[in-house]
């Protein structure tokens, strides 16, 4: 049999070239180190078309998207510090499946303390850099929830976000573990010059938001 014969022969039985599953790439690379917001984005293809593409985490589905561009944005200050796996899956319509797992390094550090985070958040809050300012108030949250600095960098942060009302709360009254006030109550609210600045601040902003009342 020649070769020329071949496509002939697959013409009359109804043969045809087995389709190609799936394949998937990713923007990270194995050993990265993350920190903050890192925007994942991935690219699939398959012959028989895409129908969805699946972000998840250390095995936990965070994101699904049924058509491009697919795109992830991960925020990393959620995560423990340390090891994890991003694991990029892609579906397609005739049933076939394909991940892609990237080991990454998450280090935001956190081992810096509170007090650097804290000064980092008002610094970036005070220069209109209200992003980057929050996600340092949330590092310093992070290490230690009940830590004063942590409260004042939450409250500004939240003031930055037109969350006055959250803002004020952080100030006065004890954090709250299970719905249950933690610390000691006497120390709310907090008396310190910075935290009656802010919640003065905070209190001015939201009354500007405010109906002025009928005279």
Known sequence: ?????????????????????PVVTVSLKDGEVLADVVKVAATAFSESGITRVEFSVDDQL???????????KWDTVDETEGRHTLIVSAFDTAGGAVAKRVKVEVDNGLTLGVGHHYKAAIALLRSGKVEEGTLAARK???????????????????????????????????????????????????KDPIAVELRGWLRVQRAATQPTPAS
């Open 140 to 190: 310093a949250y992070k290490i230690d929830p009940l830590n004063h600095d942590s409260l004042r960098a939450m409250a500004a942060a939240a003031g930055a976000a037109l969350q006055y009302n959250r803002g004020i709360d952080l100030l006065e009254k004890p954090p709250m573990l299970n719905n249950q006030p933690v610390g000691d109550p006497k120390l709310f609210p907090l």
């Open 62 to 72: 965070r994101l699904t998207q049924q058509k491009p561009p697919y795109e992830y």
């Open 1 to 21: 049999m020649t070769n020329a014969m071949i496509p002939v022969l697959a013409l009359l039985v109804g043969w045809s070239a087995p389709r190609t599953g």
